[in-house]
């Protein structure tokens, strides 16, 4: 994977994906977290033509600036362009449109791993029974 890879997603804005149905805000617009959730689908989309079988990307650090509000019924783009790949670190400027308008725009860090280990340490990390996890992820 080398820096310059992109990919950008289209999505209509629903009631469901507003502050006042999640709880984020009393108001009906585009909530942050499903802003954030737009981008980190569009890193996702990025990173994975380019990834080996048995890998996927998990999220690491997401820094953003959610600059306007958007109602519902508007179609956002969001687009992720890969900045730095470090390792199995991937380094994403990151920013969610609709039209001319910048509703957000940040940085995006993502990882790439061995899905059935990650899931697999995931499982002896935190006990079937609820209680705290032992060592590191």
Do not use: N
């Amino acid at each position: 994977m080398t820096p310059g890879v992109k990919a950008t997603l289209r999505h209509t804005v629903a009631p469901a994906d507003c502050a006042d149905a999640i709880g984020s805000g009393g108001v009906r617009v585009l909530s942050t977290p499903h802003l954030i959730a737009l981008m980190e689908r569009a890193a996702m989309a990025a990173a994975a033509p380019h990834l080996l079988p048995g890998e996927t990307t998990v999220g690491t650090r997401v820094e953003v600036e959610h600059l306007e509000a958007c109602p519902p019924g508007v179609e956002v783009v969001a687009e992720a362009k890969l900045r730095e790949v470090d390792g199995r670190r991937l380094r994403f400027d990151v920013a969610v449109t609709a039209g001319e308008r910048v509703l957000g725009r940040g940085r995006h860090e993502r990882f790439v791993v061995e899905r059935e280990r990650f899931l697999t340490r995931l499982k002896e990390k935190w006990p079937a029974d609820g209680g705290p996890p032992t060592g590191r992820l």
